[in-house]
C-alpha cells in the first residue's frame, strides 16, 4: 500500500516555506474548521526545512495551571534544553518564554490558540502584545517566530482582528484553509484507491474536501472498499474513527 502523502495547499505550503526561510520574526495566524489540516500544512513546511528549531504545544481548554502544564510536557517533548529556556511556572513566566524561544530561532507553534480568548486571559494576552511588539522592533535580529492555529473563527477573530484586542493588528502573516480541491481529492484516490467517478462522488457526499477524513479511511484501509464495507469501518464500529461525527450528524 502507498504510504499516504501531503496532498493539496501548494500555494500556502510555498509562502509558508518563504516565511520561515527569512528567519526573520513572523506572527502567522492559521485558521480553519477542525481536521482540515492546519497542523499537518506547518508540520510539512518545517519538514521540508529540515533545520530548524520547532516547539509545538497545544493548548489545553483548561485554566492557567492545565496551560502551563501542557507547555513544560511540550518543552520536555520537543527537548527544548531547560538550561536554557527555564520552564514557566505561571503566565508571567510562559510569555516571557515564548519570547525567548523566538528569539532563540524557534518557530513556535501554538494549537488551540484560541482558548486563549477564555475568561481569566486578558492579562495574558496584553503579556503577548508587549512581547510581540518587543520581537517586532527588533523584527531584522529576531531569526524565530510564532504560528497560531485556531478552529473556532469567531474566537481568533476576537483575539487576534477586534479593535480592542491586544493583539490587535500584530499578526504578519494570514493564512485560511479551506477544504481540499477536486484535484487533489482526485490524487488522493490515484494513489491510493480508484478514480471511478462513482468513488468520487460517494465520498465527496460524506467528507467533502477534508483531508483527515479520507486519511481516516485510508488507515482504515478501506478508501478503495465497497460502500457498506467503508460505512460500517469508519462509522457504525465500536472503534470506528469517525463515530462521534456520525453520531453528531444524526441528531441533527
Same mark, same amino acid.
Given at each position: 500500500?502507498?504510504?499516504?502523502?501531503?496532498?493539496?495547499?501548494?500555494?500556502?505550503?510555498?509562502?509558508?516555506?518563504?516565511?520561515?526561510?527569512?528567519?526573520?520574526?513572523?506572527?502567522?495566524?492559521? *485558521?480553519?474548521?477542525?481536521?482540515?489540516?492546519? *497542523?499537518?500544512?506547518?508540520?510539512?513546511?518545517?519538514?521540508?526545512?529540515?533545520?530548524?528549531?520547532?516547539?509545538?504545544?497545544?493548548?489545553?481548554?483548561?485554566?492557567?495551571?492545565?496551560?502551563?502544564?501542557?507547555?513544560?510536557?511540550?518543552?520536555?517533548?520537543?527537548?527544548?534544553?531547560?538550561?536554557?529556556?527555564?520552564?514557566?511556572?505561571?503566565?508571567?513566566?510562559?510569555?516571557?518564554?515564548?519570547?525567548?524561544?523566538?528569539?532563540?530561532?524557534?518557530?513556535?507553534?501554538?494549537?488551540?490558540?484560541?482558548?486563549?480568548?477564555?475568561?481569566?486571559?486578558?492579562?495574558?494576552?496584553?503579556?503577548?502584545?508587549?512581547?510581540?511588539?518587543?520581537?517586532?522592533?527588533?523584527?531584522?535580529?529576531?531569526?524565530?517566530?510564532?504560528?497560531?492555529?485556531?478552529?473556532?473563527?469567531?474566537?481568533?477573530?476576537?483575539?487576534?482582528?477586534?479593535?480592542?484586542?491586544?493583539?490587535?493588528?500584530?499578526?504578519?502573516?494570514?493564512?485560511?484553509?479551506?477544504?481540499?480541491?477536486?484535484?487533489?481529492?482526485? *490524487?488522493?484516490?490515484?494513489?491510493?484507491?480508484?478514480?471511478?467517478?462513482?468513488?468520487?462522488?460517494?465520498?465527496?457526499?460524506?467528507?467533502?474536501?477534508?483531508?483527515?477524513?479520507?486519511?481516516?479511511?485510508?488507515?482504515?484501509?478501506?478508501?478503495?472498499?465497497?460502500?457498506?464495507?467503508?460505512?460500517?469501518?469508519?462509522?457504525?464500529?465500536?472503534?470506528?474513527?469517525?463515530?462521534?461525527?456520525?453520531?453528531?450528524?444524526?441528531?441533527?
Amino acid at each position: 500500500m502507498a504510504q499516504w502523502g501531503f496532498y493539496g495547499r501548494r500555494d500556502e505550503l510555498d509562502k509558508i516555506r518563504k516565511m520561515l526561510k527569512r528567519r526573520r520574526w513572523f506572527f502567522a495566524k492559521i *485558521t480553519g474548521r477542525r481536521r482540515i489540516g492546519k *497542523t499537518a500544512l506547518i508540520q510539512q513546511a518545517i519538514q521540508e526545512l529540515g533545520d530548524r528549531k520547532v516547539f509545538y504545544v497545544q493548548i489545553p481548554d483548561s485554566g492557567d495551571a492545565g496551560v502551563v502544564s501542557a507547555v513544560n510536557d511540550a518543552l520536555n517533548t520537543f527537548a527544548v534544553p531547560s538550561d536554557r529556556h527555564a520552564r514557566p511556572r505561571n503566565l508571567v513566566e510562559l510569555a516571557k518564554l515564548l519570547e525567548a524561544l523566538a528569539e532563540d530561532g524557534y518557530i513556535v507553534v501554538l494549537d488551540e490558540f484560541q482558548y486563549f480568548n477564555r475568561k481569566g486571559f486578558s492579562e495574558f494576552c496584553s503579556l503577548l502584545q508587549a512581547a510581540v511588539d518587543r520581537l517586532a522592533d527588533r523584527a531584522g535580529r529576531v531569526p524565530g517566530g510564532w504560528v497560531v492555529l485556531g478552529s473556532i473563527h469567531n474566537e481568533m477573530v476576537a483575539l487576534l482582528e477586534d479593535r480592542s484586542a491586544p493583539l490587535y493588528n500584530r499578526v504578519t502573516h494570514d493564512f485560511e484553509l479551506h477544504h481540499l480541491d477536486i484535484a487533489s481529492i482526485l *490524487t488522493i484516490l490515484r494513489e491510493h484507491a480508484d478514480m471511478e467517478p462513482e468513488r468520487l462522488l460517494f465520498l465527496w457526499s460524506l467528507f467533502e474536501g477534508v483531508p483527515k477524513f479520507y486519511r481516516d479511511c485510508y488507515e482504515q484501509k478501506v478508501l478503495r472498499a465497497s460502500r457498506p464495507t467503508l460505512l460500517r469501518h469508519i462509522f457504525f464500529e465500536s472503534s470506528s474513527p469517525l463515530r462521534t461525527e456520525a453520531d453528531n450528524w444524526f441528531l441533527r
